[in-house]
């Protein structure tokens, strides 16, 4: 079987599980739009400040020494809005609506000599995505959700579209759900030197399954399965390769990538007011490679009106089969993105939480998070996130 056609087959019996999830639990007498259900209503809304800071070199980029490593400069400002709306008990609309200020130094660099899109894009890009969930409660049991969503920037648009649901079982001590999505990016295309060349594009359609059980009274298991498929323009079209001849080349990526990712999550409650979460992620692709992930998070309450959070994650990953840091100019498929580098990533991360009651509305909720990534091939990350929430 080809792996589009499997691809197709798993996005299909995902999108038949959810058909059937949904028709299990449907029920003739009830409707979405019945009057007699209470109205439309905000129940919460949280406003959030991210402030990401990246620093470190990579080939790819030709922000520094002919041939060497150059910055990977990033920031980023996002602000962001959460809205969750609700119709009665059975209808929740989700709506997140992010927007990002972009200063970049690698794309910057490649423009030392010539006004074009990539030089104004890349001093400061802003960039605003809406993204919409609905979802309903067709019984007790059983749940469907539509996804849509739309990304805009300078010279980039995506849209994406996907369902899923889900069906718990065993007095809901079992849970399974399913779900697919397409994403469909349309962009600029631009070449290492800063140059466009018209329009292009590309394709992703995945599909997941997934269990979530009820281990004991204070212990609940997950597993999940997805499969990515990829058509199209899979680069950012302006990394450069080195090249032995002392120059730069373009990047040259397959136009097709197939991704597979296994996840299996444990939550356990601590009997001091605390909770212990794992999580383990394998990844693997048919671009050689091969990733693995776990991460640990302790929850800590201290009082009725804080808690905690410390987490810990460790990522090791093999490289692209064809990744390289000095390149023939033959025609091959070559990269030097540290991205699809072999390399150890660490994340360390901390967040405090306070809920403050109110007398109008069931409690404001106040966050500050601090998140530190660093890696073994040169890139560091600082995140700082302060977020206040709503709840109605």
Do not use: C
Request: proline residues 3%; hydrophobic residues 40%.
């Amino acid at each position: 079987m080809s792996p589009s056609r499997f691809v197709s087959v798993l996005v299909a019996l995902a999108a038949a599980l959810l058909v059937l999830l949904l028709a299990a639990g449907a029920r003739a007498d009830e409707s979405i739009f019945d009057p007699s259900r209470d109205k439309l209503h905000l129940d919460s809304f949280d406003l959030a400040l991210t402030g990401y800071s990246q620093r470190g070199n990579g080939y790819q980029s030709q922000a520094g020494p002919p041939g060497g490593p150059g910055s990977q400069a990033l920031t980023v400002w996002e602000p962001m809005g959460y809205f969750v709306l609700k119709k009665g008990q059975k209808l929740t609309i989700r709506i997140l609506a992010p927007f990002d200020m972009v200063t970049a130094a690698s794309p910057n660099a490649i423009d030392k000599t010539r006004t074009d899109t990539i030089s104004q894009a890349s001093r400061q890009n802003e960039a605003g995505s809406i993204d919409t969930s609905v979802t309903y409660d067709v019984s007790k049991r059983t749940t469907g959700t539509f996804r849509g969503g739309i990304h805009l920037e300078e010279d980039f648009r995506s849209w994406n579209m996907g369902l899923a649901g889900t069906r718990s079982f065993a007095e809901d001590n079992t849970t399974i759900a399913a779900g697919a999505n397409q994403i469909y990016d349309w962009f600029d295309r631009f070449d290492y030197r800063g140059l466009r060349h018209a329009r292009t594009q590309r394709g992703t359609t995945s599909g997941f399954v997934s269990l979530t059980q009820t281990l004991s009274p204070t212990t609940v298991g997950y597993l999940n399965y997805g499969l990515t498929e990829q058509n199209g323009e899979l680069g950012n079209t302006w990394n450069a390769v080195p090249l032995v001849s002392n120059n730069y080349g373009g990047e040259v990526l397959p136009q097709h990538r197939l991704r597979h990712a296994f996840v299996a999550r444990l939550a356990q409650w601590l009997p001091w007011n605390g909770a212990l979460k794992g999580f383990y992620r394998m990844y693997a692709d048919d671009w050689g490679i091969v990733a693995h992930t776990v991460e640990g998070q302790l929850y800590q309450r201290f009082s009725a009106l804080f808690y905690a959070r410390v987490s810990y994650r460790f990522h090791t990953q093999r490289g692209a089969d064809f990744f390289r840091t000095v390149a023939f100019d033959d025609g091959n498929f070559r990269t030097a993105d540290s991205d699809l580098q072999s390399f150890d990533a660490h994340s360390v991360g901390l967040s405090g939480t306070f809920t403050v009651p109110q007398r109008r509305i069931k409690g404001l909720e106040m966050q500050a998070a601090y998140e530190r990534y660093f890696r073994t091939n040169d890139l560091d990350v600082n995140v700082f996130t302060w977020r206040t929430g709503f709840r109605f």
